[in-house]
């Protein structure tokens, strides 16, 4: 009986020590602060270094009443997953509060998954369990909203008001989300492909002229697709983005320094010389330079 109980316990003690080490999980890199990555709690927030943010944040907002008593009848039929970054200033700020909020409306913790995303080049705001897959994460906060399985809405980096007003007009399907732009283009890459956008980028500038408020929404969404691999999509949007901001310096050079990342020198050079039209720019000057330099 020893021989078969024994093991048998062994193996539940493994279980539960594995379960207890996959949250809050710590990177230390020489030279960088350390982050929290993959599934985390408020228990991983709370200890050094996370605490001198987090308690601070916390301890100071004072979220609105009305609002949190509307919250504490509504919200517990909702599920909710948060990605953030221990290293992110936006998360520092926004997930503070967002844990005053949901503890001051009564809303169970074991119905709120959150997840710390990466800083590092390699896995730009991936998470290592994968659980960003599929979701669209290209900033943090991200806070998404479900109800029975199904993504209601959700709040992108920060709220239009205050978190507790967002997430009350989220409650009554009225909200829009910061980024539509994003998603936007999400839905057009995943269902039509880069092809589609290559062929109807006139037609798609209209759609997204007025849904668009900075060229930096499209280049940080094609920044963490090409970080996860997919450098044909990120090449297609970075070039969409030349067409919807054609003035703007910073959209060629985004271009060019994927093109130079991805070795290909002419077509760096090519969209390099492009910002000069629109920027002089002696450091792009010398970068031309310095690749012509080099034998073919």
């Known amino acids: 009986m020893k021989t078969i109980v024994c093991p048998i316990i062994a193996m539940i003690l493994s279980i539960m020590t594995l379960s207890a080490q996959s949250f809050n999980h710590e990177i230390k890199t020489e030279g960088s602060s350390p982050m929290l990555l993959g599934k985390i709690n408020n228990q991983g927030l709370a ?3 996370y605490n001198e943010w987090f308690s601070k944040n916390y301890k100071e907002y004072v979220p609105k009443q009305s609002s949190i008593d509307s919250l504490a009848t509504q919200l517990p039929s909702y599920t909710i997953t948060l ?3 221990t290293w992110c ?3 520092k700020r926004e997930v503070p509060r967002m844990y005053k ?3 001051e409306s009564n809303f169970p913790l074991d119905r709120l998954t959150v997840v710390a995303v990466d800083r590092s080049r390699e896995a730009y705001k991936q998470s290592p369990g994968g ?3 599929g979701l669209n994460i290209h900033r943090v906060p991200t806070l998404i909203f479900y109800k029975d399985g199904k993504e209601i809405n959700r709040i992108v980096e920060s709220p239009r008001k205050t978190l507790e007003e967002d997430m009350l007009s989220i409650l009554s399907k009225n909200y829009t989300p910061k980024y539509s732009s994003v998603m936007l283009m999400d839905d057009v890459l995943t269902k039509k492909g880069t092809s589609y956008i290559a062929k109807n980028t006139k037609k798609l500038i209209k759609q997204f002229k007025d849904k668009t408020q900075s060229l930096y929404e499209l280049n940080t969404y094609a920044n963490v697709l090409f970080y996860a691999g997919k450098q044909k999509e990120a090449i297609a949007i970075l070039d969409f983005n030349t067409a919807l901001f054609p003035k703007e310096a910073n959209t060629y050079v985004s271009l060019a320094n994927t093109y130079l990342y991805l070795k290909d020198t002419t077509n760096a ?3 390099y010389q492009k ?3 629109f920027e002089d720019n002696k450091e792009i000057q ?3 330079k310095e690749l012509n330099s080099i034998p073919n």
Request: cysteine-free.
């Open 89 to 91: 200033g936006d998360s």
């Open 275 to 277: 910002s000069l039209e």
């Open 269 to 271: 050079i090519k969209y």
């Open 131 to 133: 659980e960003h897959e």
């Open 83 to 85: 990605f953030m970054g």
């Open 101 to 103: 909020i949901l503890e």
């Open 286 to 288: 010398d970068k031309i």
């Open 47 to 49: 200890q050094a270094p």
